[in-house]
């Protein structure tokens, strides 16, 4: 794991509701990226931990779906916004990215400014030094293109 992911492991799932969902995926996409488990197996997994009866299920759970079905797609936007391809990011940042992506992306009512702010508190929390304003990049670069207003 990323250098900021273990130092920061005390920080770990201590938010509730929907900033806990994306804490909770942030680890398990996290796994996703070295194991290769699928929905049920990651799935499973986050319900028996203690952290998942103070999340927001129903996002957690949609979120997860929705980067499961979808990270060659999130991974092109990715790249096309980057300087690098997503495959060589860190794992930490690379799901940030995929989990601010697909909120923006999503129908949900979550508006933009917050997607940003949680997924640049997720990598100052978790990644390295500089993952933040990374992350801070692409997601604005994304923004800028797709919604110009």
Known sequence: MSEGYKKSE???LTKK???????LLL??????QLNGDGFDVLFSQSKQ???????????FTYLLDE?????????KISSKHSDRPSKQLDPIERAIIWIGLIELLSDQ???????????IELA??????????????VLDAFLKENFPN
């Open 17 to 23: 509701g929907r900033s806990g969902s994306r804490q």
């Open 109 to 119: 009512d979550i508006p933009v400014n917050v997607v940003i702010n949680e997924a």
């Open 27 to 32: 680890q398990v996409l996290y796994q996703y």
């Open 10 to 12: 005390e920080a770990r």
């Open 49 to 59: 931990t203690k952290e998942f009866s103070r999340i927001d299920q129903a996002h």
């Open 67 to 75: 980067v499961l079905k979808n990270p060659d797609k999130l991974d």
């Open 124 to 137: 100052k929390t978790y990644g390295s030094e500089d993952s933040y304003q990374f992350v801070n990049g």
